[in-house]
């Protein structure tokens, strides 16, 4: 059972532009992390949100939990060629155990 | 201070050997946890220890997989009679307590090929 569906599964847009991706559930999740992994590399933490309707930002990128905490968006502005990677979203119930998304692979075309 | 660690980094094995994966965790982490990547997919949960023990081991795909924690520290995965849909990249991560708001640091992985 996939618990946490990330969507869409692969993005390619032009250096500039806006962009959303999601990550969504049936289940409330206590915690949701969101990831960022390059080629070769292990995945990094970029943030952790931990309340309903919370909204954190770093830089160009904008990280919202849902009012219900059972889904979460980021969404990045003027995307730049750094930006390229697989993003993952990882929620956490309440007894702590930790369940990853499939991604979101990313590419922004220079 | 020194990150996650794993070791070898890249393995090519036979069909029917088997293999075992190494990860230095953060010194001090108490939480431990094993990922498998297939190319180009998301992390699949195999393992978690926290501590020696290993209250989490669902995610381990068959009996030929196993792994240890000695010391609270190092870990060993091992993978006996190797099939070749076991290759992939191995993921370890550590994380100071094992609650779900740690950051999970991980190391480069360990890629494995299976012939």
């Known amino acids: 059972t996939q618990l946490l569906e990330q969507s869409p599964q692969f993005l390619s847009i032009q250096e500039g532009e806006n962009l959303t991706v999601y990550c969504n559930s049936s289940s409330v999740f206590s915690s949701l992390q969101w990831y960022r992994q390059e080629p070769g590399e292990g995945p990094v933490l970029l943030v952790t949100v931990v309340t309903g309707g919370e909204v954190k930002k770093l830089k160009r990128l904008t990280f919202q939990f849902g009012d219900a905490r059972k889904d979460s968006s980021l969404h990045i502005t003027a995307a730049q060629p750094g930006d390229t990677g697989l993003y993952l979203c990882a929620g956490a119930r309440g007894d702590d155990k930790i369940i990853f998304g499939k991604g979101t692979r990313l590419h922004i075309l220079p | 201070g020194a990150g996650v660690s794993q070791s070898p980094s890249n393995k090519v094995t036979e069909k029917g050997k088997d293999v075992e994966l190494r990860c230095d965790p953060i010194s001090g982490h108490t939480a431990l946890y094993w990922y498998r990547q297939s190319l180009g997919q998301g992390l699949e949960f195999l393992i978690y220890f926290q501590g020696n023990s290993a209250p989490d081991k669902s995610g381990l795909p068959s009996d030929r997989f196993s792994a240890e924690r000695t010391g609270g520290s190092v870990s060993t995965l091992t993978i006996q009679r190797t099939q070749q849909e076991d290759s992939a990249v191995y993921l370890c991560?550590?994380?100071?307590?094992?609650?779900?708001?740690?950051?999970?640091?991980f190391g480069p992985g360990t890629r494995l090929t299976v012939l």
């Open positions: 991560a550590s994380s100071r307590s094992g609650r779900g708001t740690d950051t999970q640091y």
